[in-house]
């Protein structure tokens, strides 16, 4: 009998979610809330702007339904742009102390492995009744913001709005058009002016991401491996990359929240940010690159290591996200921390930004929620709802919480991986290595998206070293791939 890989993996996923302390079901409470939740947010009374003829359009992965943001751009004088990112109003209906907000805080993201989804909101709500659906009026926080003619950001505002959907897309389709390797989606030419607009979008955001990257934001450029299933058998994984409709979103995000940041420092009110510190291992960063013909600084530099970066990408595209994946694990963890008026916290070494909270998925992930209701009290002149101890103490939490999903999803991801290779024992391949530290060390095949632990032979090698390694074991269970060195 043919073997379920798919109930297989959803069971491992459930087991791994509770080990890690995370909750894979709502409670009986949040149920009963959720049964008592029938409509979107109630219109009357709420913002005056109405932007609902605006053509927003939605951009996200091709199976996303949790929609958070929509996206609008306008032409101004001078060569100016200016960019409307509209957030969904997911506070409207997930207060804070209901039974749902606890299991939103409790998990603080929605979990994505390779068999289930584990969303943090109840999906009635996160891809219904606070999604900005196509062909629904919903109620938003919309960022706006002007960009220079050389992408640098100008003027902006934040305030809530009324905004409807237009055009649901999807990245892979609107990439390939704005690439010019494919024909425009079908969803945009029934809109009348979409296409110009989504085109004046993307021109913006290219400009936006230069901009970054003279001032020092990282090139980085990692391989993420989706599980594709025959039926219910695994039978491939499949690399998802950038392109630039992706690229598009996430210049457009990185600078809305930066200006969510600044709008509650200039309110007094506090914020939670999301920081990468200084690098600590910038010393094996500068190995790495001199073992690619490169001189980096004796102290940490982004610009210089984006001039290193954009080098090494044009002269090894293959090999250039695993190159990416080896800077990526010796810069660090990103965290939560609470900024409270008046402070100081670190910025974000990998974006070159000082100023940079989550604010723009609140269905996706608690600190975007929190941060929601804190806009809410700067538009209203209210004070914080969260005491300072209180926020730093879910600055903390939010941290953990979210490193512990990251491991729930790259161990069911490697279940899925272990499941492929199970026949494929004793085989030679290529890898480099990307962690190495007193747990163990491990390695990353270079001519498929898997990573396993180096068992045997880790002396003397250390994160960015190409070695050669034979497949030794793979534990489906518990999602263990183990290599030897060759």
Not at 13 to 33: I, Y
Not at 72 to 86: L, T
Not at 106 to 125: C, G, R
């Amino acid at each position: 009998m043919d073997r379920n890989d798919t109930a297989l993996l959803q069971n491992i996923a459930r087991r791994v979610m509770v080990e890690r302390g995370l909750l894979p079901d709502f409670s009986d409470e949040a149920l009963a809330e959720l049964g008592g939740t029938q409509t979107p947010a109630a219109m009357d009374g709420n913002p005056d702007r109405d932007l609902r003829d605006l053509l927003w359009a939605s951009i996200d992965n091709d199976d996303s339904r949790d929609l958070d943001q929509l996206t609008v751009a306008e032409a101004m004088p001078g060569d100016k742009v200016k960019i409307s990112v509209a957030v969904a109003d997911v506070d409207a209906l997930v207060k804070d102390g209901s039974a749902i907000n606890e299991h939103a805080q409790h998990n603080t993201t929605s979990v994505y492995t390779a068999a289930e989804i584990f969303p943090m909101l109840p999906e009635k709500l996160s891809t219904d009744l606070t999604s900005l659906n196509l062909d629904e009026d919903r109620l938003a926080i919309v960022i706006e913001m002007v960009i220079g003619a050389d992408g640098s950001l100008g003027d902006s505002a934040v305030y809530p709005a009324r905004v409807r959907n237009h055009a649901k897309l999807a990245y892979n389709s609107v990439g390939a058009w704005l690439e010019g390797n494919a024909s425009m989606p079908a969803a945009i030419a029934p809109i009348s002016g979409l296409e110009a607009n989504l085109r004046l979008q993307d021109s913006a955001a290219q400009k936006m991401k230069t901009f970054r990257h003279v001032h020092g934001a990282l090139s980085l450029e990692t391989i993420e491996a989706k599980p594709i299933f025959e039926g219910e058998q695994i039978s491939s994984l499949e690399v998802e990359t950038k392109n630039r409709a992706t690229e598009l979103i996430e210049d457009f995000m990185i600078a809305a929240n930066g200006v969510i940041a600044r709008y509650l420092a200039s309110a007094g009110l506090p914020c939670i940010r999301r920081v990468v510190r200084t690098p600590k291992r910038w010393d094996r960063i500068v190995e790495v690159a001199a073992q690619n013909g490169f001189t980096l600084p004796g102290n940490p530099d982004a610009k210089a290591l984006e001039q290193f970066l954009t080098k090494q990408k044009a002269a090894d595209p293959l090999r250039f996200p695993d190159l990416s994946l080896s800077i990526i694990k010796l810069l660090g963890a990103g965290e939560y921390v609470a900024e409270l008026p008046g402070g100081s916290a670190p910025g974000h070494f990998g974006l070159a930004v000082r100023d940079y909270a989550h604010s723009t998925a609140p269905n996706r992930r608690f600190p975007d929620l929190i941060t929601q209701r804190l806009l809410k009290a700067a538009i209203h002149k209210a004070p914080s709802p969260y005491p300072d101890d209180e926020l730093q103490a879910l600055a903390t939490h939010c941290t953990e919480a979210e490193d512990e999903a990251n491991r729930v999803e790259r161990q069911v991801g490697k279940s899925a991986a272990a499941l492929l290779l199970e026949s494929r024992i004793g085989e030679h391949f290529d890898a480099m290595v990307t962690g190495a530290s007193d747990v163990g060390t491990w390695v990353r095949l270079l001519d498929m998206p898997v990573e396993g632990k180096l068992v045997r032979g880790a002396n003397g090698i250390d994160v960015g070293d190409r070695i050669h390694v034979k497949l030794t074991e793979v534990d489906v269970e518990r999602g263990f791939i183990d290599f030897v060195r060759v």
